[in-house]
């Protein structure tokens, strides 16, 4: 039998008070060890709101390709991708964004929840170019909270543990989604192939 919680009340006596110390934590601005958490990091995950709805979409680059530009601002570059732009998006209708940091090795992930504006400004653009190719635009989000996450849920994942690695083989491939997804009118091995050799040569 279903119970499902509909209000604030009912949720907050299920749960009870939170630790004091996952209130301490959450600020409005970057602490030293926090920005060295994102100084680390090669891969956040980028939520996002819009008239379409939400979405959540992976960034990644060079540990520190997120620039702190202050205490209170983030730089990310938006690398090249398949052109769907569907965090771009959901920016122009609604700013608010949330990012997940992690670091590998690190069972504690950063937080960060802010508003976010595309800036295409050449110098900005330029600065973070890599062999000589510079992204089409970058993120410029202002900080309004920022916590670590403890460990619980990596820890509970094996998230980096070797012995819990997924053979690439045991799940289907990427041309296989794209067939299944399209019913067959893309994807397929002839896909996999071309996928092989041009993604490592279109990364930037």
Avoid at 67 to 75: H, S, Y
Avoid at 94 to 121: H, K, M, Q, S, Y
Avoid at 124 to 134: M, P, T
Avoid at 137 to 152: D, K, W
Wanted: hydrophobic share 45%.
């Amino acid at each position: 039998m279903s119970r499902r919680i509909t209000d604030i009340a009912a949720l907050e006596a299920l749960y009870g008070e939170p630790a004091t110390a996952s209130i301490a934590k959450e600020v409005p601005a970057l602490t030293p060890g926090y920005r060295a958490l994102i100084e680390a990091s090669p891969f956040l995950i980028l939520a996002t709101s819009g008239l379409d709805g939400l979405d959540a979409s992976p960034r990644g680059d060079g540990p520190g390709f997120v620039r702190v530009a202050d205490d209170r601002t983030l730089l990310i570059p938006d690398r090249r991708g398949n052109n769907r732009i569907d965090s771009l998006r959901n920016i122009l209708a609604d700013p608010r964004v949330g990012l997940l940091f992690l670091v590998p090795g690190l069972n504690e992930t950063l937080r960060v929840n802010g508003r976010a504006v595309i800036d295409t400004d050449p110098a900005l653009c330029g600065s973070f170019a890599v062999d000589g190719k510079a992204p089409k635009s970058v993120l410029v989000v202002t900080i309004e909270t920022v916590f670590f996450q403890c460990a619980r849920a990596l820890l509970r994942s094996r998230l980096w543990d070797p012995a819990a690695q997924v053979p690439r083989s045991d799940l289907p491939s990427v041309g296989a989604l794209l067939a299944e997804a399209s019913a067959g009118r893309e994807g397929g091995d002839a896909y996999d192939r071309s996928l092989a050799e041009r993604i490592p040569k279109s990364l930037y």
